[in-house]
């Protein structure tokens, strides 16, 4: 029997967050304590496992509700929730980028951490898209 997309969609925020942590645990495990940039004048602050679930979940969540408004509205909701998710996946990396106090091997962790996340919620979710009726 083939599972509803909502219970795919379940698992699937429940892996990018668990992936998400993974890259996390890795870090911290090489001696590497992530740090998020810091934006004008202020200092690098430590990335917490809470802040890695919480920006997890709720960023598998809000694609989730992407997909499923695309589902209404359009004729192929997998691909436009494809090219949409990758766009903001790049506009999250530009992010690293911007902020100073930080290490190159720390910024890499971080973009790990993006592109990890990334991995598991695009391709799964898309694969979960129904056509619009």
Known sequence: MKSKPTS??????????????????AA???GTSLKQPAGGSGTPADLPVGAVVFVSAATALLGWSVLALLERFTPRPGRIW???????????LSGLFTGHGVSTVNRLGLVLLHLT?????????ALTARRAS
């Open 82 to 92: 494809t090219a949409v998710a990758t766009a903001c996946l790049l506009l999250s």
């Open 28 to 30: 911290k495990g090489v």
């Open 8 to 25: 795919r969609r379940l698992i699937t925020t429940g892996a990018a967050v668990a992936a998400a942590v993974a890259v996390w645990a």
């Open 117 to 125: 996340a990334g991995a598991v919620v695009i391709p799964a979710l």
